[in-house]
Nanobody, 123 residues
Framework: QVQLVESGGGLVQAGGSLRLSCAASGRTLGSYSMAWFRQAPGKERDFVAAISKAGGNTYYADSVKGRFTISRDNAKNIVYLQMNSLKPEDTAVYYC????????????????WGQGTQVTVSS
């Protein structure tokens, strides 16, 4: 099974940028579709972005389209989330997730999760 560890979160002003990383161990990352989700206080966990196993297909929530970019480096076993033009409503704990089966366009089915990294955007 793959283990996931997120990093790169922090406090940033509105309009700023952050890059989150998700490092995988235990199994080759290229065997998994990968995604980022986020959960704000008192809210459900929401889909943010997903990327196919080889990186050729990406999907985004409407709320982040044009501002966030998901990418992966299978040789390094890392997935990234570049976040630009951050808004206070992007404040949340961001989770990296993996699934070996199912379509990457399907936002469900993720069964391996990291511990999360906090992103706080001040106004």
């Amino acid at each position: 099974q793959v283990q996931l560890v997120e990093s790169g979160g922090g406090l940033v002003q509105a309009g700023g940028s952050l890059r989150l990383s998700c490092a995988a161990s235990g199994r080759t990352l290229g065997s998994y579709s990968m995604a980022w989700f986020r959960q704000a206080p008192g809210k459900e966990r929401d889909f943010v972005a997903a990327i196919s196993k080889a990186g050729g297909n990406t999907y985004y929530a409407d709320s982040v389209k044009g501002r966030f970019t998901i990418s992966r480096d299978n040789a390094k076993n890392i997935v990234y989330l570049q976040m630009n033009s951050l808004k206070p409503e992007d404040t949340a704990v961001y989770y990296c997730a993996a699934k070996a089966l199912g379509m990457v366009s399907d936002r469900t089915g993720y069964n391996r999760w990291g511990q999360g990294t906090q992103v706080t955007v001040s106004s």
